[in-house]
């Protein structure tokens, strides 16, 4: 099993193949990351495709297909690689084979709630000219018209196996999803230049005046976040997910500070957010390797006091960035001379569970 964690801006978006029992390779890819994470057009209107786009091709032209694809929350960074290759590629849906994704219309039939059509995901084809079709089209039906969409609530506490793989979902709970029974709130496109970041300070100092505030955004609180099990070998996908939500599905499945979740790396929740990882959760969790998803724009993330509270707890680890100009920027020299046993992972490290 291979997992990448492909540029995609501040966003996410992970590609994981493997073979199954059969000896036949099967591709997971977890949300799409920013639209260009698929593709964007340069100044004289070329498309230029991105990351995703690229990795796309590259398993339609080997004849294999993408078997699952789990969004995890519909925050732009997570979803407007998808709703771009589905815009650009009218054959999207035919190189898919499930979709794991809590819609907003899924969780209003859910809670047997009266549906809010502005929550609706919309789609405007590229390839399609007759504007009465265009109009009506959503992430949603495209999903549900292919048939690819198993249109099932994803909850903690749920167990999924898939060709030799299981999911054990940590979030979101039944008070993530409630909390989506409203009119979403439409998010502003970042700006261009990111806000500021905390990197001047030292981990030492960040250490000393730590104090955890907890994320309150809902549509994070409604991340599919789980433990993936591969051979007997664990990954920790954490999503936007909120930390006591992470907390409460790991406990469930057995996992407490005198029984820690030993895996093989963690993607760490929300772009390595100080908001969404906190020590009580990290006292849960057993791993060499904690990955960082962000080229640093947008909100600045992630935070260097989330790393120096992570550095504290763990003291001895190792850190992946899918930009590697973002360690020179955040770690100074008198930090590495405080934490000796930090390591930062060169870009193209290969994270590969040996099957």
Known sequence: MQTKFLPAVNGDCIWISFSDENDQIRNIIIDGGTAETYCEKDKKGKIIMGAFGDTVELIRDKDQRIDLLILTH?????????????????????????VLFNSGQLIFEYFRKPDILENHIILTPSYVTDTGIVEGVTFEKTIGDAGV???????????????????KILSPDESG????????????????TSRPTDYKQSLLSHIENDLFVKDRSPHNGSSIAFVLTFKGKNMLFLADAHPEKIIAGLNYFGFTEKNKLECEFVKMAHHGSKFNTNVELLRLIESPVYVIS??????????????????????????????????????????????PNLEILPIDHEFIIHE
Not at 149 to 167: D, H, P, S
Request: include cysteine; glycine fraction near 4%; aromatic fraction near 12%.
């Open 74 to 98: 519909v925050d732009n960074d997570h979803i407007e690689g998808l709703t771009t290759w589905f815009e650009n590629d009218p054959q999207a849906t035919d190189l898919i084979g499930t």
């Open 294 to 339: 962000s080229d640093g724009s947008g909100s600045a993330l992630p935070h260097k006091q989330c790393l120096a509270r992570l550095l504290n707890e763990k003291k001895t680890l190792s850190l992946y960035f899918n930009y590697d100009h973002l360690a020179e920027e955040i770690f100074s020299k008198a930090d590495y001379v405080s934490f």
């Open 149 to 167: 969409w198993t249109r099932k609530i994803i909850k903690a506490e749920q167990v999924i196996k898939f060709y030799g793989v299981e999911l």
């Open 177 to 192: 999803l409630e909390a989506l029974l409203t009119k979403w709130e439409k998010k502003m496109p970042e700006s261009v």
